[in-house]
């Protein structure tokens, strides 16, 4: 079949269930992971031949997003920071503003002294998308990474290893955590921060497919591993150290009375949508 061919009968395929414009997306990227071609490449050779294998696999894909299982998880693979990262069924699919939250921290840490021997722990690291984007960016720092799901850590691992980045990868439930062993100079957390009200909100791939225990928590008690990781962090932080959340937009007061109430100095950031999606508190 030809590469022409086989993008209308994908298009045709998906229509109804997808827009257009998403449903070419998904093509592209799946051209770029199968066939080791471009967007460009594909307009320019649209009579390249597709052999029988490389059709199996477009058909594979096509049956797992009309269960809308997300594309990154069909590829194996997302883009963060720049960098290449692994993901499956046990992480959560890297996203623009955890990359925002990254980097603010570059952005302290560059303002303040970029040649900075920092300790840096990442709780709840998933993919270690945010632990590695760190180590990689900031080579003098030491980074260590923390998660409850030891299968989120061997895909951690694997993109640590990916990315020639050197973390220290720590399996233990926070929760459970009297205190942390080390002092740290900055502690950067993207917790469970959904509400069960909240999920009405969600799109389909991510009700479906992505970890439940890394993105919900009960309406009950929303802010349980901001306060915590910010009881932790009183007694683990360096005077003048850093503590930063990815949070929820709609309970950006709450958590920052809460960190505030544990002594520290807040700042809340929005994201490019407008939203208040990060906070920093600075210890004392």
Request: net charge negative; glycine share 4%.
């Amino acid at each position: 079949m030809k590469i022409s061919h086989l993008k209308i009968k994908f298009l045709k395929a998906l229509e109804g269930e997808y827009p257009p414009e998403e449903a070419g997306s998904f093509f592209n990227l799946l051209a770029e992971a199968y066939l080791k071609k471009t967007r460009l490449e594909i307009a320019l050779e649209p009579n390249a031949p597709v052999n029988d294998k490389k059709l199996s696999l477009f058909d594979a894909a096509v049956e797992r997003l009309m269960n809308h299982e997300p594309i990154q998880y069909i590829i194996g693979e997302t883009e963060f920071f720049g960098l290449k990262f692994r993901v499956n069924e046990n992480v959560l699919i890297p996203r623009p503003e955890t990359e925002e939250l990254v980097q603010w921290i570059l952005e302290d840490v560059r303002r303040n002294d970029a040649s900075a021997k920092l300790k840096i722990l990442d709780i709840g690291t998933g993919s270690g998308c945010i632990a590695v984007s760190l180590a990689k960016l900031l080579p003098q720092a030491t980074v260590s990474a923390m998660d409850i799901s030891a299968k989120a850590l061997e895909v951690a691992k694997e993109n640590a290893t990916l990315n020639a980045a050197e973390v220290n990868f720590i399996e233990a439930d926070i929760l459970q955590q009297e205190k942390l062993e080390e002092k740290y100079d900055i502690i950067v957390s993207n917790p469970p921060y959904v509400r069960e009200i909240e999920k009405k909100e969600m799109q389909r791939n991510v009700l479906e497919h992505e970890p439940a225990t890394a993105l919900y928590v009960k309406d009950l008690d929303p802010l349980i591993f901001y306060n915590k990781i910010t009881k932790l962090a009183t007694g683990t932080l360096n005077p003048g150290g850093c503590l930063y959340f990815e949070i929820n937009q709609y309970l950006a007061e709450d958590t920052r009375e809460l960190v505030e109430g544990f002594g520290f100095t807040t700042t809340l950031k929005k994201d490019i949508f407008g939203n208040h999606r990060m906070l920093k508190g600075i210890w004392k």
